[in-house]
């Protein structure tokens, strides 16, 4: 056991959950406290050990199944084991005898009906012997071999059965049809992540727990890019926003200037002077309040950057929810202010839909213009700029060849408390192509690549407000 | 540590003695605790039986609930002790004249110690269940205060040493996630990550928390709850305004959940205007303002 510990720990940290030293022996020790005879015992004991993080237990699950799932799996493993039948690659060519894949069906039907789970793992075990087709030391993914089991087993067809027997037909509202609905896809899933299962040890008893993990690994979410994210993704994405934002806010919120006190603070004052025999030697201060921290936020939401554009404005969504003062601009070829409709109590996903066809972000073809939106920002909202705003502009800065206006940048960072750019493309393609990110560089206090929420979070990490404004006046 | 408990199971019916119902999951994780003596952080959305696991793990041990509420700006002199500056003060001005190398140990001794939750929990003769609520509401910088603690149960004040706990409390932290903790606070504790329950286990808690509810009707609240729970909400009903609404049902007299139902008494389940309009959308529903 301590062998596949140490294996599985270094999974781990391969799909970058961080495991301390400390918390690799705190597992050694609770298993020694564990009923090792049902794996879900053994899954609790090293999620709560090893993996202190809520976002990282997807991805935990999934190694555990292949490090532990066949170990202390299914009776039919141990069965099929005991009878010497064969192994893992036993029975069927894959092929499949036409008739049998209804019986199996109706069977599967039944025992998710009934949630009999041992009868659902005797069956799913038939199937993969019968449809799979696998064979040893075959290079083909888990996926493959499931795909084959679960077309053969029809899903949409078993969703369709279910749904008759939970009654979906008789329901009388909208919200009972839901219900079934949910009800029927989740024991859809159950069968299918069986399958998934039982494939996977088969392929762990042949090719060992390790590489098979390396094959399967999936990101975190936080190195997901989140320019190309799925919506799963980003819901998932979206959760952790919140608290990224308050923390940015806390990070940038002003210190008073260097060397001022807060108020006296008489309760610590006398309670120190204690130490001195009563007397007051030593005034004590409150901490200085800090003052709220204002943001505008200039985002490019042209058609490359839709996906991105999503969570920068869901940031400065938070951030404003975090009581700071915030103020969001849009733009593509034309630059429109945004804030109204984001205000608290509005929904999200809607607010997106109105912007995009009320505001007006498009002044000519649609394609992305920096240099003529940096104007406009200039132009007609100059005074949302003060000494106290951080400036968070976000954009591949990609220019189709236009004037890139960066003096109109320059303006606007010089009007700032601080500028940072967050560009989602990789560091190597700035300046490439229609790229000019350099062009701007001069306004920047930081340009940060963020396409992840890891580079998010580094960002939210690092930023600071510059000791005092430098000039960037250009002559 | 509690001898009594030797399998998970022992812990998850003494949970359900005193009310509450705890899955596979979570009563691995309280007995893991007990047996390696160390803190269960529990993390999870609002209002799923975080604080209530600490109420019944004390309830079902009989012991005592020492609570430590946290809120942005806690610090030592309410987390740990302070000195009684009042009863020092009163002190020195009665001694005027005498030599502060004698008085100085007098006032810096137990009987001018106001202990404050960590300290009273250390310093328990019986023992207890400390339950450090919310305690990412704290500043990072302020958990630094708890590590000791968590670590070796123990406290030192500089004028009178260390003290160490006399029977080990068992102690549980929560947080809401409205911040990532700092991982030395993490690697301290076990983790138990409380998400919604599962229709099974939220009808359970309902006949459990309300003995005349009806079975059937408690199974219909269930998945209705969990329907409404799949939609993007800026606030998802919790298990207790899921306790709520059924409370509130069974007030009313009704024996069936159907639309109308639904929509007459949702905002018991979902309190932003946003959110019931969604739901609205979403089930067809005809709810008075939406
Ligand atoms: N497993 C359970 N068994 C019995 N009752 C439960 C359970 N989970 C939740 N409850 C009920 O839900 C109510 C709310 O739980 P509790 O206040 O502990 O939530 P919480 O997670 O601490 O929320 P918050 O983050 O808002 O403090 C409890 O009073 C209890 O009645
Ligand atoms: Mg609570």
Known sequence: MIDSLSGFVAELREIGIPVSMVEAIDAAIAIEHTDLSKADNLRATLGATLVKNSRHYPAFDAAFDVFFGLRLASPTGTDRERDGDGGPFAAGSGGGAGSGSDEISDAIL??????????????????VDMYAGMQPGRPVGGRYYAYRVLRRLDSDQLMVRLLVALGAAHTESELEDR???????????????EVEREITSRLVADRGAAQVAATRRMPLIEDTNLVHATRTEIEEVERAIAPLARKLATRLSQQRRHGEKGRLDVRRTIRRSLSHGGVLLEPQFKKPRKSKPEFVVLCDVSGSMATFARFTMQLAYAISSELSKVRVFAFIDGLDEVTEYFGPGVDFAEALMSMSSEADLVR???HSDYGRSFRDMWENYADAVTS?????????ARNNYRDPGSEYLDRIAERSRALFWLNPEPRRFWDTGDSVMSRYAQACDAIDQVRTLRQLERFVERAALPAARRSRLVS | MTGEWTTPQDVASALESVGYLADARIAQVAFLANALSKPILAEGPAGVGKTALALALAEATGRRLVRLQCYEGLDEAKALYEWDYHKQLLRLQSEEGAAWDEIEGDIFSESFLLTRPLLEAIRSKEPVVLLIDEVDRVEVETEALLLEVL???????????????VTTPIVVLTSNNTRELSEALKRRCLYLYVPYPSIERERAILVSRIPDLPEKLADKIARTVSA?????LRKAPSVSETIDWARTLIALGIEDVNDEVTSDTINVLLKYQVDIDRAAKEFSLDTPDG
């Open chain 1, 110 to 127: 039944r025992a998710l009906l009934a949630g009999d789970h041992d009868a659902l793992r005797r069956l799913v075990a038939a199937a």
């Open chain 1, 179 to 193: 219900t079934v609905h949910a009800s029927a896809e989740e024991l859809v899933d159950q069968m299918r992540s």
């Open chain 1, 364 to 366: 000519s073809d649609g």
């Open chain 1, 388 to 396: 106290k705003s951080t400036v968070i502009v976000t954009g591949d």
């Open chain 2, 151 to 165: 670590d070796t149960y123990q406290v030192t004040v500089p004028e009178l040493g260390t003290m160490t706990a």
């Open chain 2, 228 to 232: 409404i729970r799949q939609l993007p």
